[in-house]
């Protein structure tokens, strides 16, 4: 079974900070991994996904992660937060063989002027 | 390419009513995906389908939930005899076959049950 898991359901920055969220996961096979974006009453947004080769991934934005398998996370940075970015990130997992995405519980980013 | 749409948007009902809510994916996309989203967790994946063929349900799917997709165009996901823990956030997904594609997902149907 696989899981993910994403520390700090709230993530507090400033404009213009590095934005830093966390996911870990967990996965039996060599997983695919994403970041979706929720603004308010929308849909998810792809950011970004990893499903082989580089492990640091660029995605819409600004945005990237990289993939380390060693730590089994794949965490979201910014280099500098603007206020559009406040909204609920989720990161998803999903094995090679399989389709279904499992998410974790996201993380609200929060940017103060 | 108009994206992934979903009707009704928003729809209340009563405890013990029926309930039909309408996915349509983008147009070349084979997969199509439910999940529901419930206030502070991330979705969680309910039915898919490869074309007109239901491949895989949840254990979070009961027997009052049915899915289908006739023709393998549109779906439709219908709750019977709605409770209140059925209150949530759809969402419905379509992508490519394959893991390493991209779900694109529609804006979702919120239903509150009353």
């Known amino acids: 079974a696989q899981s993910v898991t994403q520390l700090g359901s709230h993530v507090s920055v400033s404009e213009g900070a590095l934005v830093l969220l966390r996911c870990n996961y967990s996965?039996?096979?060599?997983?695919?991994l994403f970041w979706y974006v929720q603004y308010p009453n929308q849909g998810l947004q792809l950011l970004l996904k990893y499903t082989t080769g580089a492990t640091l991934v660029k995605g819409i934005n600004g945005f990237e992660a990289e993939f380390k398998k060693s730590e089994t996370s794949f965490h979201l940075t910014k280099p500098s937060a603007h206020m559009s970015d406040a909204a609920e990130y989720f990161c998803?997992?999903?094995?090679?063989?399989?389709?279904?995405?499992?998410f974790g519980k996201g993380t609200m980013l929060l940017v103060s002027p | 390419d108009t994206g992934v749409s979903q009707n009704p948007r928003h729809k209340i009902t009563k405890r013990g009513q029926n309930v039909t809510f309408r996915c349509d994916p983008i147009s070349e996309h084979n997969r199509l995906y439910w999940y529901r989203q419930t206030l502070g967790q991330g979705p969680e994946f309910l039915t898919y389908?490869?074309?007109?063929?239901?491949?895989?349900k949840s254990r979070l799917l009961s027997d009052r939930f049915s899915a289908e997709r006739p023709k393998g165009s549109f779906s439709t996901l219908e709750i019977q005899r709605t409770e209140q823990g059925d209150s949530a956030m759809y969402l419905c997904?379509?992508?490519?076959?394959?893991?390493?594609?991209?779900?694109?997902f529609g804006p979702g149907t919120r239903l509150t049950v009353t």
């Open positions: 996965s039996s096979v060599p997983p695919y």
């Open positions: 997904a379509s992508s490519l076959a394959g893991g390493m594609h991209e779900q694109y």
């Open positions: 998803a997992v999903s094995d090679q063989g399989y389709s279904t995405l499992t």
């Open positions: 389908f490869q074309n007109e063929a239901q491949l895989e």
